[in-house]
């Protein structure tokens, strides 16, 4: 079942006033990040909220308590959870976005006004604030709604909703009422969820729309060495003492090579070798080692080969070194030996990795090594957060029928892709409900999510919500 | 020559007059550091230059030029030159001291006012910044003058002086100035000086007053390894390129063992082996394992055995890591790939290292190890600054006049020392005037040079006055 050519002529002839409307939601500041700016994630609750009420969404803002943050006690912004449709011959998709942006200030960096969407006629690009992340996609399903609403249309299935306010800072609360809401079963706003579609990720690049099926796990460690009471001169008590920063450096060159294999036994054997198959889908990808030393701006990929780089990022866990808390980090030169470091590293894992296999292997490693070193300092591990990894069956009807759509749309087969980081929703998603979960992007791999000028495209944003629209009349259609 | 019992006495029935002088100089806060303070530092320059005018001596303040600090051009403070005598018949004694202090706040946790000269009848200490770096000692060579003059006393010695308001800031102009009145010859003011003592270090310990021959030198390392244009977020890039952090980790690893042998081959192999005399001097020191673990607040020594311990400080190299510029330093778990890191790292050397042997081998060791890691990644090596070690020869009648006289006072052999540190004018003056140079310190090893509560014991600063006075006496005494 293709979408109604109503559908997409009236996402096109309505553009500039989806635009328009996009403009609003860019234009109130909603950073979850800073205490000052709480009233205006709120006001964006308050304005999400009137605009799916207003296109026949029943909705209910859930109350999330309060939270600290700098020092004070502070609302937290609501879950705004939506239904639309109840007819049981019909399936039905949970949408997830966010409403919340990251921090910018014009003094970043910005070329422009950070919250005021600026359309740049010649690049064709909506600059601004959350254009991307995640309020394009949120006003995606909005557009979809509208011209249903408009064209007096039935959606082809019900849909739930689900938007928070606090994703850009640790999605406080939000992993709670998803499970008290299944717990609710028939009395739950998620009952009788089929799929779930996420859009809030981006493209491999530019150039080619993909659908995503994986996500990384992250195991974070913080390795303290102590020694003196108090830091210590390195002139005075230089080659007399042991040196928690010698000790931690030599603990902290035992857990990656320069070639990125991580050293602690047993985590890298746990990953199996990728089959042909697999290996089929990293190959087709719309992503070379040119866009990989594009993205990072030098050419120091591990391997000169596509599908390793590839695979380093989608397939395999990684071990990064992010820095050391307590040593010197200033200019200048300073003959200072700390008297107590922490190591920060962090693992991004993935299946059959879990955060329960790979920390004991860590704990056990570091502390072998640490008793080579037969330092009279002290060590300390500690596992600061951690995530387990998401990995979605790509066969499903779910990711069969956002393929359909994308080839619909875009007139071309998206390109199938694990991403490396993590949306800790989506696992808290699939594990509570069970059912298959979908990551559609609307945007590119340029916009800049989290930096200055972040952008989306005018067509990702016309054509992705062509695209969400598509794609819920092909799981319509699918047979499931 | 004994000094007259006439000195001795004054100089206790003055102590009190004494304290207070020593209190008027602590009372302005003639911090280096501190550009605010920079009125307060040629403030306490005239104060001093009036204080040796009074005494007798001619004195001449040299303008060393400006400075850039903080972002301001200041000028910097006048070094103080002056002389007395110039009786062909006596040996000629040059003095140097330095009339700057360290920065100080009540707020850093002094338990009274840094800049109120406190005595502490119960303990015996004069507590206040600068009590014991560097004003006690200027002023007991003040107060030995005061004595001469108010006795009518000549002095054993043609003495010459040389104070400084910048050594806590690098010293700068220093150099330059002693150079180019050592290159006036007849006409500078240290013509004809026969030796130098300096009074700008401390006892071993609380017990043993001590003379010093020895301080090690330093070359100060700063490695940079660069990758990306900026900072990489870890779940996007990890395994796909190499890190910096991987990389410098890598080499500041295969630079020093925990036990503090130096990895750089040919540095430890660069020093001899003590023999047994040397070694005896270390093994009379009153200095045990025990007082290392009580100044570092931990029983961590890389050795049980005492020698072993005081030779790693006094006469082996060491390797210090400090830290790390450009990565993640803060505060909980942040997943960057910090794009260019700096590893700081500094090797205090011993004769007969210098920094001009010392460095190719580092460069080359290191730019060896970063080849083995075939890294794409771009690696600089920096030598930020560095100083030659110094060790003078304690057997020349300098030393032994400064035995003499502290077994006078002290009725006690002092312990013979080498420092572990630097004090760079002491290679100056060695090298430019080819005359040996002594360190004759006041104070005592918990003074807190550099810290909170800075303090002089009161019976260090009379008895030290004496020691002073009495290492004069037995200068002119000693067949030279």
């Not at 570091?366 to 066969?395: C, M």
């Not at 998603?429 to 559609?440: D, I, K, P, R, W």
């Amino acid at each position: 079942m293709a979408s109604p050519s109503q559908l997409l002529q009236f996402i096109d002839q309505n553009a500039d006033k989806f635009i328009g409307r996009l403009g609003e939601a860019v234009a109130i500041p909603s950073i979850s990040g800073d205490a000052t700016r709480r009233p205006d994630v709120f006001k964006m609750s308050a304005w999400l909220d009137g605009q799916l009420k207003s296109l026949g969404v029943t909705t209910k803002l859930m109350d999330l308590g309060k939270h600290v943050m700098d020092g004070q006690e502070l609302p937290l912004p609501p879950a705004i959870l939506g239904r639309i449709g109840d007819d049981p011959k019909k399936k039905t998709v949970l949408v997830y976005g966010h409403y919340d942006v990251q921090p910018a200030n014009k003094s970043d960096g910005w070329d422009t006004e950070p919250f005021q969407l600026v359309i740049d006629e010649k690049t064709g690009r909506l600059i601004g604030r959350g254009s991307t992340d995640d309020k394009g996609p949120i006003l995606g399903w909005l557009n979809v709604l509208e011209a249903h609403k408009a064209l007096g249309l039935e959606l082809p299935v019900n849909m739930r909703f689900c938007f928070e306010g606090m994703e850009e800072n640790g999605s406080e609360g939000l992993d709670d009422l998803i499970k008290s809401e299944v717990a609710k079963g028939k009395d739950g706003w998620f009952d009788g969820v089929d799929c779930v579609c996420i859009s809030d990720n981006y493209w491999l690049n530019s150039r080619t729309p993909c659908i995503t099926y994986g996500l990384r796990g992250l195991v974070y460690f913080k390795l303290t060495v102590s020694g003196p009471a108090r830091d210590l001169h390195s002139g005075v008590f230089g080659r007399m003492v042991h040196e928690p920063m010698t000790d931690l450096i030599q603990l902290m060159s035992k857990l990656v090579a320069s070639d990125g294999t991580i050293l602690v036994p047993g985590v890298d054997d746990m990953v199996s070798i990728a089959d042909a198959e697999e290996k089929q889908i990293y190959e087709k990808l719309d992503y070379s080692v040119k866009d990989v030393e594009d993205a990072v701006g030098a050419p120091i990929t591990l391997s000169d080969d596509k599908v390793e780089v590839i695979m380093g990022r989608m397939r395999m866990p990684s071990l990064s070194l992010h820095g050391i808390e307590g040593a010197f980090y200033g200019a200048g030169a300073k003959t200072v030996i700390p008297a107590s470091v922490s190591g920060k590293f962090s693992i991004r894992i993935v299946p059959p990795q879990t955060p329960e296999k790979i920390e004991p292997l860590v704990v056990q490693y570091v502390q072998q090594e640490f008793a080579k070193l037969k330092s009279k300092n002290t060590l300390k591990i500690e596992n600061l957060h951690d995530g387990r990894p998401w990995l979605a069956d790509y066969k499903h009807w779910n990711y069969e029928a956002a393929r359909r759509a994308t080839e619909a749309i875009y007139k071309r087969a998206p390109d199938l892709t694990r991403e490396g980081g993590s949306i800790p929703v989506t696992l808290t998603f699939a594990e509570s409900l069970g059912v298959n979960v979908l990551l559609l992007p609307m945007g590119r791999g340029d916009d800049g999510a989290h930096s200055t000028n972040e952008k989306l495209d005018r067509s990702n944003f016309i054509e992705g919500s062509k695209l969400l629209g598509t794609y819920l009349y092909e799981v319509a259609a699918i047979n499931a």
